[in-house]
């Protein structure tokens, strides 16, 4: 359940991160509701009509959010150990990424910024890798050392938040440049060169969990699947009456659903959206997204549902599609083989990029 600090001041608002879509194998999403709670297809027997059931596993206070895996079409303790295994993977990835854990790999780099390279596992390097990608691809909107401002923007916690003083910003955003990162294959090295260069892998990290949960019900044989943990999901194969319907967060309205939709052949649909984690102070909006160049919470997008073949490039790319915005963000999801996706803008008009327009039943506004 998403949780609010209602000793707050009226104007300021501070959400802790929430599902935003529903992950289920409903057949008629919309009348089942759009809470992360109770996803459609609750357990085993969510499907009377269709045979085999659907086993549904959740595991919440994982990187901060509820990860939820379902399976449909196996035998009902052997889907059980699997998603045991899948969320126990999740768990083991977050040791690794968490910022909060003094002995994670990235409070590791982070310490031993502009002191000495770090070493790290191959999979944090390759990911660390596949980010430094997504920067390039995106001309720097997605950019991991975003993190050197996040010590500024703390103050949006405080009672009652404080906006940081624009010096301090700008102080930080000199610090923020993804080319700066030092890679090294051969030694397995991560260096941050200067102080107070920091990373966080907020933006890519739940999609990673989920592929790699994925894989670990794909070793197992496992077919039919969602795994799903915040707003990120990777769907493979189906559900037996027909594809998972997915469905998409409404921005505004809370436990609302603002459209559906299925991804026949698989792959992740990624949700990056302002209401997820904000504070409003005289009325404008202050979230967790951080446009690079500005060093300040993006304007001009309230949500971005993009679809990829996996979980970590949806993730990525949904974060820097939203700071982008509409109109580049449109331009980058055009030109990116097999990625596609639905923006919504500051004024809440909807745009959804060619290769999902007839796919996307969006709901009329009620
Ligand atoms: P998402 O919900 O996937 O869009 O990710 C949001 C998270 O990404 C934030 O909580 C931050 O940890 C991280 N983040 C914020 N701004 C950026 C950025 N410009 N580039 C990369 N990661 C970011
Ligand atoms: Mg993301």
Not at 12 to 17: F, G
Not at 148 to 164: F, G, K, Q, T, Y
Not at 316 to 326: D, K, Q, R
Request: contains cysteine.
């Amino acid at each position: 359940m998403p949780i609010t600090w209602n000793h707050l001041l009226p104007t300021a608002r501070y959400l802790l991160p929430t599902a935003l879509l529903l992950m289920t194998g409903c057949g008629d999403c919309r009348s089942q509701g759009a809470s992360s709670g109770d996803g459609g297809a609750a357990g085993p027997d969510a499907e009377p009509d269709a045979g085999p059931p659907i086993v549904d596993g959740v595991r919440d206070g994982l990187m901060g959010t509820e990860f939820r895996v379902s399976i449909a079409g196996e035998e009902p303790a052997r889907a059980r150990e699997a998603i045991e295994a899948a969320l126990d993977e999740v768990a083991r990835i977050e040791r690794a990424l968490s910022p909060y854990r003094d002995d994670s790999e990235v409070s590791r780099i982070n310490r031993a910024a502009a002191l000495e390279p770090v070493r790290v596992s191959p999979e944090t390097l390759d990911l660390l890798e596949r980010a430094r990608e997504v920067s390039e691809l995106s001309g720097g909107a997605f950019d991991v050392t975003f993190a050197a401002l996040s010590p500024i923007w703390r103050s949006l916690r405080e009672d009652p938040p404080r906006l940081p003083a624009d010096e301090a910003i700008d102080e930080a955003r000199g610090l923020v440049d993804w080319r700066r990162l030092e890679l090294d294959r051969e030694a397995g090295t991560a260096f941050l060169p200067r102080r107070g260069m920091r990373i966080d892998l907020g933006g890519i990290g739940k999609g990673h969990a989920v592929d790699r949960a994925g894989e670990v019900l794909t070793k197992r044989g496992i077919e039919n699947f969602i795994v799903g943990g915040g707003g990120d999901l990777l769907v493979r194969g189906r559900k037996l009456s027909g594809p998972w319907r997915l469905g998409i967060q409404h921005p505004r309205r809370r436990g609302e659903l603002m459209g559906e939709l299925d991804l026949p052949e698989g792959g992740a649909l990624v949700t990056s959206g302002d209401y997820e984690r904000f504070v409003e102070i005289d009325g404008t909006r202050y979230h967790h997204i951080i446009d690079p160049r500005t060093g300040r919470p993006v304007r001009g997008t309230t949500a971005v549902t993009l679809t990829a073949p996996n979980a970590t490039l949806a993730d990525a790319l949904s974060t820097a599609v939203f700071v982008l915005g509409p109109e580049a963000g449109l331009a980058l999801v055009e030109r990116t083989e097999g990625v596609e996706a639905i923006l919504v803008d500051g004024e809440m008009n909807v745009t959804i990029s060619s290769g999902l327009r007839d796919r996307v039943q969006l709901y009329e506004s009620r």
